[in-house]
């Protein structure tokens, strides 16, 4: 197995111990690879769920752009829902989960088809 691999078999295992979910392997990993090289990276790999302009951009970067939402209050309140399921305390939120969960949050699979 790769890194890759290892850090998707780590997401999965957040999302069933952490948000309480059965993850949809297939899409985890279109999620991880979409995310790029910042998934390598230690800090771009998790989400400062406490900065504002963190959570900026994984509005504008993700949800804007990446998967065509219109901008409008239902985007803040999908992120802190995320956020909330994650657990606010937790300390390393990974990107690509949290963008797992946002993805099927607004019923976005289809852009990862």
């Known amino acids: 197995m790769g890194k890759r691999d290892d850090l998707i078999a780590q997401y ?3 999302l069933k111990n952490k948000c309480g979910m059965t993850p949809d392997m297939d899409l985890l990993t ?3 690879i979409g995310c790029g090289p910042a ?4 800090d771009a790999s ?3 769920s406490s900065q504002a302009a963190e959570l900026d951009t994984v509005k504008n970067n993700f949800l804007i ?3 065509g939402l219109s ?3 239902e985007l803040d ?3 802190s829902k995320v956020i909330e399921t994650y657990g606010q305390s937790e300390r390393n939120k ?6 797992y969960m946002l993805t099927k949050h607004f019923g976005k699979e289809s852009v990862y088809g």
């Open 12 to 14: 999965a295992d957040d």
């Open 30 to 32: 279109k999620v991880t």
């Open 39 to 42: 998934v390598y990276d230690a």
């Open 46 to 48: 998790t989400v400062a």
């Open 65 to 67: 752009k990446k998967l």
């Open 71 to 73: 901008d409008g209050p």
């Open 77 to 79: 309140a999908g992120i």
């Open 94 to 99: 990974y990107r690509a989960v949290v963008y």
